[in-house]
């Protein structure tokens, strides 16, 4: 299990996010994204309708820019 999102650098905010997940689902773990949210999506739809991804994985299908600065 993976949670992405600039909310998630909150300590706070991903600590009881975390305390609670274990509560729920005291068998999953959590680990660095290997992947943009996209792709992720993309697997869990690929993963219930049985298809293979019939894209390539690099280049990354979304890649998102901080404009400025």
């Known amino acids: 299990m993976a949670l992405t999102g600039g909310l998630f650098a909150l300590t706070r905010l991903r600590q009881a996010a975390l305390a609670a997940l274990n509560d729920r689902l005291p068998a999953a773990r959590p680990h660095h994204p290997d992947g943009p949210p996209l792709l992720g999506a993309l697997r869990l739809a690929a993963s219930v ?18 404009m400025g600065g």
């Open 49 to 66: 309708t049985g298809a293979a991804l019939p894209w390539p994985l690099d280049p990354p299908l979304l890649d998102v820019r901080t």
